[in-house]
């Protein structure tokens, strides 16, 4: 094909619309006569110069394409700068939030320690209350009685039974 040859696609995907709206256009224009500007191969169909200036005249001239991206009359100086306060003000917000999220996290790991010393504190008071309990279980009782600790193990069991 000739390098003057745009797809469908092609000048859809230029005048920034579907394939379906240049189809629409097209046969709702009586004017332009689709056999007369284009080439088939395949199901591929090809518009050349003349078709291509006829579709872009069809759709510069109808404004209310939904397709269409709006034209904005801003000049590029003043939208560089409504841009640039738009990003200051995102990044603002973004700033805010992180600090909202830090002194968060700043409360939550003052709260961590605080449980984990209330843990130690606890620990070592039931520590302390087990050795105390210790103590009294191991202190000799009063009418005189001494328990007797021995040092030599019991002996184990034999499983078998001959010389009673």
Known sequence: MSENLKTIRELADELGVSKQA???KIKRDASID???FTSTKGNTVYVDVDGQKAIKA????DSSTRYRQPKDDVDDNKKDAVDGQDEVKFLRNLVS???S??????KLLDQQQRLALQDKQLLEEYKAEIKHLKALTMAPHDDGEKEVTSDKQPKPKKWWRFGK
């Open 97 to 99: 939030e992180i600090q």
């Open 22 to 24: 240049i189809w629409q």
């Open 101 to 106: 999220e830090k002194k968060e996290l700043h």
């Open 58 to 61: 069809m759709f510069s001239n």
């Open 34 to 36: 689709l056999r007369q």
